[in-house]
């Protein structure tokens, strides 16, 4: 998981008071909003704005995120929360739809929910975790997934391009009144290989699609799509699908790896064809 700025998110020093982080968001939000922005990442740009100014609004929430920030993390380091972070603050996500925000948030607020105040300190309600497995064709296009957890049977909307390692998180599902957080896993696949939100698959070809040049069926998470093969390719050479990969704020592509399949002189006629390739291509060493 990496450290997130919320301060550089919505473009405002540290010191910002409540008014210029309320026009900041303002501003950031007319901006990236879906509906509006011709940004191609203006979806996940708006989300992150909106999960920025849920912080920073909040004097409880910025002052427990403001302790965190001063161990001196930064955007893009790798994190995890201290043990027992927030404790001093008394954090309530009120109606915050914590599982709209990132697992960053996640793991600093959403824990942090709690009921009323007990003898001897806040009631917190434990969160439960799951692990849920699903195939790489859910993870590239979303939508609900039904799974039992624990004798019962859940309708859990997945988002697309979620990738392993993060959460769903199902509130008041958990057990004694606590949230469900499912942490996604990927099915292995029989032919895709996933890096990141970058797959590749490996497409047989003929040796004389592979020398001549063809156009070929290629599978892709999106369905079957045409590839140009360029004239003299060779087993292994990769070609790249721009675009076609996992979703994300910048989608992933998928690499196409050729592998040339030679048919076998199964009668005297194929092995004659094979001799003549021989004599014509004396000079050709596949060692070299």
Known sequence: ?????????????PGADADVVKSAYRRQARKFHPDVSKEKDAEERFKAVNEAYEVLKDPKKRAAYDQLRARGYRPGDEFRPPPNFGQDFDVDLG?????????????????????????GGRRTRADSRARLDIDLERAYAGGVERVAVGGRTLDVKIPAGVQPGQSVRLAGQG???GDLLLEIGYRAHPRFRVDGRDITVVVPISPWEAALGASIPVPTLGGEVELRVPAGSASGKRLRLKGR????????????ELAVQVPPATDDRATAFY????????GFDPRR
């Open 275 to 282: 001799e003549d390739m021989a004599k014509r291509f004396k």
């Open 1 to 13: 998981m990496q450290f997130k700025d919320y301060y550089e998110v919505l473009g405002v020093p």
């Open 175 to 177: 057990s004694g009144g």
């Open 95 to 119: 109606g915050a739809d914590a599982g709209g925000f990132s697992d960053f948030f996640e793991s600093l607020f959403g824990r942090m929910r709690g009921g009323p105040a007990a003898a």
């Open 245 to 256: 990969g996992l979703p994300g704020a910048t989608a992933g592509d998928q690499y196409v």
